[in-house]
């Protein structure tokens, strides 16, 4: 079976679970007669082009890599198996590096015309449930090795940042107390 075969198996077996977007496509598929994949393809059709030429791709790309990642990770607190977890905070990982990168750069960003259709493209492979997502490729490629080569330096920069602001506050309490003692 090709790629794109399993991927298309994989939608429509998605498409056909239980849940309250199913139900929504169902109810479509019953009232029009058209299949339910071919309502999420056209669904897909319209967003990329609202996404490209439409105004709001912003919002809508929000939507779609912050919004349902964050219910995901709820169900995945709530439920009792640990690899769903991992595989949201993998993602709130690369999310935030993706989002640190794109702060720092955003004065170029903005002008590449297809930017919002091809983040929103890049935030839905990164928490896609397939073996190629996004998230684990780029955290197992990328972040977790300078995790790993830098993450002790890390460590100790932010305790000893701590305790310098530790030692700060206990400083600016004692001076408050001078201040207050000498004013009474």
């Given at each position: 079976m090709s790629q794109l075969t399993q991927i298309q198996a994989d939608i429509e077996k998605a498409l056909n679970a239980d849940n309250a977007m199913t139900r929504i496509f169902a109810n479509l598929e019953q009232s029009t007669g058209v299949k339910r994949l071919y309502l999420f393809y056209g669904l897909l059709a319209v967003l990329a082009l609202w996404l490209i030429f439409?105004?709001?791709?912003?919002?809508i790309c929000f939507l779609i890599g912050f919004?349902?990642?964050?219910?995901?990770?709820?169900?995945?607190?709530?439920?009792?198996n640990k690899e769903d977890d991992t595989q949201w905070l993998?993602?709130?990982?690369?999310?935030?590096a993706f989002s640190a990168v794109e702060y720092a750069s955003d004065i170029f960003v903005y002008w590449f015309p297809l930017y919002w259709f091809v983040k929103c493209m890049f935030l839905v492979w990164c928490f896609a449930p397939v073996?190629?997502?996004?998230?684990?490729?780029?955290?197992h490629r990328f972040i977790r090795p300078q995790y790993i080569a830098h993450g002790g330096k890390i460590d100790d920069a932010i305790s000893r940042a701590t305790a310098?602001?530790?030692?700060?506050i206990d400083q600016g309490v004692k001076i408050s107390k001078t201040v207050s003692d000498k004013s009474e």
């Open positions: 439409g105004y709001g791709g912003g919002f919004l349902y990642p964050a219910y995901q990770s709820v169900k995945a607190i709530e439920s009792g993998t993602y709130w990982v690369v999310f935030s073996s190629w997502n996004g998230s684990n490729l780029i955290y310098s602001a530790k030692e700060l």
